[in-house]
Every structure is written in structure tokens, then in C-alpha cells.
């Protein structure tokens, strides 16, 4: 396959100039310190330790974040265990519903503060955490909030009971839309949690825990401990956690995996994916093309189900090829908390790192690497949109999760050829199409070994939905009914 035209050639007269619009950060009010939230209010951590979390677009230090060791994880388990002992099991289903439906209106009455918060933190565009991150983890407040007192109906001649105390860990990539995935279908089922965000992004963790307190929540019925990995695994190891739910690397949750064996406690895996986006001939290209940006470059690509491979019919390669080099040269890098952003900074130095590990990779496996010549700022962590072509299946760049905006691109030419290549890898969280035939959408989404297919679009997400992997992207489902199931025992 050509790769399209040499990029000097490419037509980027359409780039806009945008004046800068960047969003006040006056509103947001970020502590110097935060303890650790336990029993309902926030303590300084046995272990005296605190550390920094920095601004990944500036290297700024914004805050520092206590860090919880093994005694800490203890506290808050015994606080999560009394708390359901003696309040949240015991409480109506209904009245539990209600302070669930608050947090949710907190959020919304917050969401400015929280959006400026995680793009500071994380690092993402402005208008990604207030249009995407922000408004999800309020919808999956109100959505199990309406649950609370529906659990009989949900799971009819069933008798679905809480589990007990759940341990939750999270990644860096949604740590607010993370927390409200794990936390409100905990509190639904009427467990009570202990909360690890990621080391990188703990800040809008620690907002949550300050509207759960303003919520009036029952004290210790949630509890977020902050630190590294070895607070997870604290949280993971202790002896009366009755479920884990980790969303992370394949690794980690491998790791995890192991040391559940055999304790009897149950567990959720939500790991890592390699999703194919499959782009046929008869697909609107101009549409299609956009979809691809969104599939990839969307949160710098810090994106699980992210459409990190894109498979396209060889009859429309060139020229879907050459629309997307266009298309990425007039994205916009920078200051993520500008409304005009489109592309943010990447999360960590240590991600950079890892991203670039792979970009260097890619090349002297031999493929050809196209990445737009936008400057990116003099401080902070950037990785230009960049693509791969003349790629085979047995390179890195097509069969690891790179977990930046890295795009690997393949060619097919019938259906049957895109399915097996689409499968062909170790994960299966999510894939796309494009198409104009409906048959054909049917005919991809039922052979796609993948636990979520998007048509004519990518990145779509429902709190109505379940949400979860297949073979190594891993075990369980987030998200509707199934997704409450994962926090009951139904006998
Ligand atoms: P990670 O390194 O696996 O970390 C995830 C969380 O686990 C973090 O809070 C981390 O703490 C903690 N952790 C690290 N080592 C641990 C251990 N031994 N025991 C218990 N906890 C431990 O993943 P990440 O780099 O933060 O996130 C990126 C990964 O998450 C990608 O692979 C992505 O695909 C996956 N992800 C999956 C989904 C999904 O729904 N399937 C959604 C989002 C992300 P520290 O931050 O302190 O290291
Ligand atoms: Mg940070």
C-alpha cells in the first residue's frame, strides 16, 4: 500500500487560527495537602508520607497527597466493615437512593470545578473532561441511584444481597468517570468501598470524597486511600475484602489474579484493549475519517477501548490515508485547559517515556511513521498525533497496547480477511465500523470477539451499557444490569 502523499505535499491550508480561550482556573480550589478520606472525614495517613501530583502540561506541582501504607488500607477496611455492619446493609434500599441521587446532584452543581480539576490534573483537554468525563459520572450516579430500590425487579426470582466490603483500584486515564463507575453501583447493592486512585490523578477522587461527605453519606461507607501501587496491592491482599474491582493494565491485573486464587473473594478485571477500527469502501470516508481521530486521538489515546489499529478496505486506503494526515495536521496541541484543544498533554514523563519506547520501536521494525509537525509546548509531557503504515501483524506497534495517540494502519480486502484480522490479538475490548450496509455492521459486530462494537461511530458511552473486555482485556462487565450483578450475590 502507498502511504498516501509525502506530508510537504499535503493540503493544511484549511487550518483555522484560533484565538486562545482558555478556561479560568479561579474556580477550582485545590488544597495544599489531602489526608486520606476515611470514616467520613480526611486524616493524616499512619504513614506520614505525602506525595506530589504534578500538572503534566506544565510539571507544576498542584497538590500533595498522603500516601496510605498497609495500616492505613487496614483503618479503612475495619471503618468500611463497621459502616456496613451497621448502617448501609441495614438501610432501606430506598433511603440508600437517595443519598446516591444527591452525590449525583452535587457533581452536576460542581462540574465546572471537577472539569478544571481533571484537565489540570490529568492533563486532558478541558472540553473532553466537561463534555465527556464530568456529565458520565453524574449520569452513573442518577442511573444506579434509580436502581437502589429496583434490585428485585432487576434480578426477579433472585434474592440479590450485597457482598459486603469492596476494594477498588483505578487507573489514570478517567480517575473521576473511574471512581463513578466503581462507587455508584457499589453503594446501589449496598456494599460499602475502599478507594485507590491512580498515583498520577488522585485529586478529583479526593473532590468526590469531599461531595460525598457534603452528601451527608454515612460515615466510612466510602473511603479513599491514596498512594502507589503498593496501596492496591495492600487493599487487594486484605483478608476481609470481600470483592475486588481493578481497572488497569493487563499486568497489574494479571498480578491481581494470582493472589485472589483460591480466597474465595470475588472480582472484576477491566484491562487493557488493542481495538481494531475497520473501515470499509462503501463507508462516508469524510465521516469515517473524523471517527478515526475520535477513536485514537481522543485523550491523547489514554484510551482502553481506543481505536488503536485501523483496518481499511485497500480500494480507499490512499485516500482515507491521505484525509487523516490532513486531518491531524490541523488538530490542535497545547494548554489543555484551552476550549480550542483538541489534543492535551500526555499524563506522566513515565508514559511519554513508555509511548516514545514504542514510536522508536514501530520504526526499526520497519514501518513508516507520519506524525503531525504541530511545536508542542517547551514544558510538560507531549506526543504529537502520530501514525504507522507499512505495518505487519507482527509488529509491536500492531499487537501492544501503546496506550498514547498511536495509530497502526493495516489494509484488507474482503470481510472475512477484516474479521480475522481484527481478532487477531490478545485483547477484546471494543472495535468499530464503518459502513453504509447494515448487513454488513450485523455480519462484523456478531464475529468481532470484542465486548463492545461501535457502527458509524467510536468512544460512545451509556451507563446503561455494560462495558468489559474478552480473552486477556478481562473478566466482568461495567454498566447496567450485568454490571450490578458484578456487586450482589444472587441465590
Ligand atoms: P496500572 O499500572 O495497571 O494501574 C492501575 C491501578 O492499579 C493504579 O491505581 C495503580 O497504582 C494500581 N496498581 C499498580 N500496581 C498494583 C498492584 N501490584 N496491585 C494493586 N494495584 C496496583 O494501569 P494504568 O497505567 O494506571 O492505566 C492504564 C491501563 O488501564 C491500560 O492498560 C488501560 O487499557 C487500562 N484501562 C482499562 C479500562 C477498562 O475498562 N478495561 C479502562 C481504563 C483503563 P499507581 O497509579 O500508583 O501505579
Ligand atoms: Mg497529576
Redesign the pocket.
Known sequence: MSTGEPAHKLNYDTRWEYSPAPESADHARIDEQYGLFIGGKFVAPKSGEYFNTINPATEKVLSRVAAANADDVNNAVKVARGAYENVWSKMRPAERGKYIFRIARIIQERSREFAIIESLDGGKPIREARDIDVPLAAAHFFYHAGWADKLDYAFPCRSPSPVGVVGQ??????PLL?AAWKIAPALACGNTVVL?????TSLTALKLAEVIRDADLPKGVVNIVT???S???A??QHNDINKIA????????R??QHSLAGTGKKYTL????KAANIIFADAPIDQAVEGIINAIFFNQGHV??AGSRLLVQESVADQVVTKLKERMQTLIIGDPLDKNTDIGAINSAAQLERINSYLELGQNEGAEMFQCTTKTPDFGFWCPPTLFTQVAQSHSIVRE?V?GPVLAIQTFRTVDEAISKANNTQYG?SGGVWTDKGSKIFNVGKNIRAGVIWANTFNKFDPTSP???YKE??VGR?GGLHGLSAYLNLD
Do not use: Q
Open positions: 483500584i483505578i487507573p489514570w486515564n478517567f473511574m485507590k486512585p491512580a498515583e498520577t498512594g502507589d501501587g496501596t492496591g496491592s487493599l487487594v481493578f481497572t488497569g493494565s493487563t499486568d497489574v491485573g498480578l491481581i477491566e484491562l487493557g484493549g482502553c477501548c497496547e496506550f475490548l462495558f468489559g473486555g482485556s478481562g461495567e
